[in-house]
């Protein structure tokens, strides 16, 4: 292709001037080679830094953020979606499932089904980290009955959560067939009413202290 949309600095370089990185997009832009760029998984105030270094520098400002975000990780909602909404950035949120967390196929007192992620040892170091517990588990059997009450799966109610949220523009998916795919795009059709809202804010509540890793 002569282009990319959207060009993403997937989380932040720490070891690179703030400067380096903010030229190089500009470049990149300037030569044609992209439209846009954007971040995945930097911090508020890393994305104020900049915006405000890339208007000292005449060059483009952030378009687009990629934060995790999902029921079970609902930290985007205290800093960066007031921010990104502010400063006119979309966040295309990843891991809306919480790595299948949110699917009610990890059944609690069982081992993780030996086809599912969490079974892998080359792609549970997150779902084990973040989110693996017996709590969750059985929080993962109630959201899927609360799914199946209003007549959709876990997948799709876990998504139209996401979507909800006025400061999200996508979400990315991570569907391994075509027949997954059409059942997720469901979502975009789901609408959640107020009580079930309710028991899902009961169920997963809204995060307090952000972490700092």
């Known amino acids: 292709m002569d282009y990319v949309d959207i060009y993403m600095c997937h989380r932040p370089d720490l070891d690179t001037p703030l400067e380096e990185t903010i030229r190089a997009m500009e470049d990149l832009a300037r030569q044609g080679k992209i439209l846009y760029w954007g971040v995945s998984e930097w911090s508020a105030a890393q994305i104020v830094k900049a915006q405000k270094v890339a208007k000292e520098m005449g060059?483009?400002?952030?378009?687009?953020?990629?934060?995790?975000?999902n029921?079970?990780?609902?930290?985007p909602e205290k800093e960066i979606f007031p921010l990104t909404a502010e400063e006119g950035i979309g966040n295309v949120i990843f891991s809306p499932l919480a790595h299948g967390m949110l699917?009610?196929?990890?059944?609690?007192?069982q081992p993780p089904p030996e086809s599912s992620r969490a079974?892998?040892?080359?792609?549970n170091t997150?779902?084990?980290?973040?989110?693996?517990?017996?709590?969750?588990?059985?929080?993962?059997?109630?959201?899927?009955?609360?799914?199946?009450?209003?007549?959709?799966t876990a997948a799709q109610l876990a998504i139209a959560?996401?979507?909800?949220?006025?400061?999200?523009?996508?979400?990315i998916?991570?569907?391994?067939?075509?027949?997954?795919?059409?059942e997720n795009l469901k979502a975009v059709?789901?609408?959640?009413?107020d009580g079930v809202m309710e028991k899902l804010d009961k169920l997963y509540p809204p995060v307090g202290e952000i972490p700092t890793v």
């Open 59 to 69: 060059a483009r400002p952030i378009s687009v953020s990629e934060p995790r975000y």
């Open 71 to 75: 029921l079970l990780y609902r930290y």
């Open 103 to 109: 699917t009610g196929k990890y059944i609690p007192g």
């Open 119 to 123: 079974a892998d040892p080359e792609q």
């Open 126 to 152: 997150v779902i084990m980290k973040l989110y693996w517990s017996e709590e969750n588990k059985k929080k993962g059997q109630k959201f899927l009955k609360i799914a199946q009450e209003m007549g959709a």
């Open 161 to 171: 959560w996401c979507l909800r949220r006025p400061e999200v523009t996508s979400v």
């Open 173 to 182: 998916l991570g569907t391994r067939t075509v027949g997954q795919l059409k």
């Open 189 to 193: 059709e789901l609408k959640i009413p």
